[in-house]
């Protein structure tokens, strides 16, 4: 059975920083690709940021390229997304996402297989 925990939401202002931290056990989790997502209210879960299984490539929604940066340790079994200069627009659920396409890695919700609980992420103005 795997299990996603996410952790390191919260409140910040406007130009501040967070680093959310996945972790992961129950599967080979260094043969998957990882992603992360976001929610707000009354919209539809978004692709954020992804990387494969080696930690070597990464993809990134337009909206965060240059403030975001996701990035893993396969021997702590954990995937991070550090986020920098959040703007309100930013404020959401966050959901880190576990697909078996761990070479190619993917955009696409239904491509991943399992998910964590999320975590909030608010940003004030």
């Known amino acids: 059975q795997v299990q996603l925990v996410e952790s390191g939401g919260g409140l910040v202002q406007a130009g501040g920083s967070l680093r959310l931290s996945c972790a992961a056990s129950?599967?080979?989790?260094?043969?998957?690709?990882m992603g992360w997502f976001r929610q707000a209210p009354g919209k539809e879960r978004e692709f954020v940021a992804a990387?494969?299984?080696?930690?070597?490539?990464?993809d990134y929604t337009d909206s965060v390229k240059g403030r975001f940066t996701i990035s893993r340790d396969n021997a702590e079994n954990t995937v991070y997304l550090q986020m920098n200069s959040l703007k309100p627009e930013d404020t959401a659920v966050y959901y880190c996402?576990?697909?078996?396409?761990?070479?190619?890695?993917?955009?696409?919700?239904?491509?991943?297989?399992?998910w964590g609980q999320g975590t909030q992420v608010t940003v004030s103005s």
């Open positions: 129950g599967r080979a989790f260094s043969t998957y690709a």
């Open positions: 996402a576990m697909s078996p396409k761990g070479y190619s890695g993917s955009y696409y919700i239904h491509d991943y297989d399992y």
């Open positions: 990387i494969r299984w080696s930690g070597g490539n990464t």
